[in-house]
Nanobody, 118 residues
Framework: QVQLVESGGASVQAGGSLRLSCAAS????????MGWYRQAPGKQRVLIAA???????NYSDSVKGRFTISRDNAKNTVFLQMNNLKPEDTAVYYC????????????WGRGTQVTVSS
């Protein structure tokens, strides 16, 4: 399994933008699905965006139209572009990998904190 390290989190005002990065320790080109999760204070970790090898992506309703996931297989990196941020986007953001399209990795990185103030 590759190790995943998230970065790019920050404190921003509502309406602002951030770009998160997820750097993998090895090749991600063969990994079926890469995804971004987030965990808000007192809540469960939830999947908000995913992208498959072919570049097709899916989003949760809460971020659809505002967030964009992308993957650069050559750089072994996955990105999450977040626009029009809202206070309810405040959370720790994690990336994960689903190598065969059936099971996400059971281990997690440290995540990166995003705080949006009104």
């Amino acid at each position: 399994q590759v190790q995943l390290v998230e970065s790019g989190g920050a404190s921003v005002q509502a309406g602002g933008s951030l770009r998160l990065s997820c750097a993998a320790s090895g090749s991600i080109s063969s990994i079926a699905v890469m995804g971004w999760y987030r965990q808000a204070p007192g809540k469960q970790r939830v999947l908000i965006a995913a992208i498959n090898r072919g570049g097709n992506s899916n989003y949760s309703d809460s971020v659809k139209g505002r967030f964009t996931i992308s993957r650069d297989n050559a750089k072994n990196t996955v990105f999450l572009q977040m626009n029009n941020l809202k206070p309810e986007d405040t959370a720790v953001y994690y990336c994960n990998a689903d190598p065969d399209g059936r099971n996400w990795y059971s281990h997690w990185g440290r995540g990166t904190q995003v705080t949006v103030s009104s």
